[in-house]
């Protein structure tokens, strides 16, 4: 007996269609970028918290620690030049609404946590919003420092305004951090949108 099956003709129309592999839903993804978002709020909040709650950024014993600091580090630079910082940064549109800001960013990141680790998609669209914000109010914040400290030595002035780039940088990682799960096919398998949740849902049969 011949162990040949023999050959096999095909349609010019057919093709062959490869098998595709289901991708399987990593939901720790999307639970690892809520926790981020979650943590990112509570320090967002902190800072909102303080901006309403006081007046100044610095206490009088923290403007003396400052000017003594600079001053070791050849830059000549008193308590009073550092309230008078504090007190025009305070005074300035940035310190107007930067506790609006702040409070804002905290409810979105707190949002988009808190959706993402249920599974809904649109907690990647509110928590990207939080960390744009928090980003965007921290360059402000930078450009205004910067503004506050003309009469400060440089070194100083340098100092103050890259306290708020790196805050900034804190804002692109929940930025980064935030579309994470877009960025695996297994994370987005676990996020769901509004329609496809109710598109899922049971149906009661019509008796």
């Keep these: 007996m011949s162990d040949e099956i023999g050959s096999m003709r095909m349609d010019v129309e057919e093709e062959i269609v490869m098998p595709v592999t289901p991708v399987k839903a990593n939901q720790s993804i999307p639970t690892v970028t809520a926790i981020i978002l979650l943590l990112g709020a509570v320090m967002v909040g902190y800072a909102a918290y303080n901006s309403f709650t006081t007046d100044e950024i610095f206490a009088e014993a923290d403007e003396i620690a400052l000017s003594e600091s600079f001053t070791e580090n050849n830059a000549s630079v008193s308590p009073e030049d550092i ?25 979105f990141l707190i949002t988009g946590g808190i959706l993402l680790y249920q599974g809904d998609r649109r907690g990647i669209h509110l928590g990207l919003l939080g960390a744009v914000i928090l980003t965007a109010t921290n360059m402000w914040g930078g450009e205004a420092s910067k503004e506050a400290a003309v009469h400060l030595p440089e070194v100083a002035s340098l100092t103050f305004a890259t306290m708020y780039y790196i805050y900034a940088c804190c804002g692109v990682f929940c930025v980064v951090s935030a579309v994470m799960p877009m960025f695996f096919a297994s994370g987005r398998a676990a996020l769901s949108s509004p329609l496809v949740q109710l598109a899922t849902a049971p149906t009661i049969e019509e008796e």
């Design 83 to 107: 309230q008078q910082y504090d007190h025009d940064l305070s005074n300035s549109k940035y310190g107007e609404w930067s506790g609006v800001l702040f409070a804002s960013s905290t409810a």
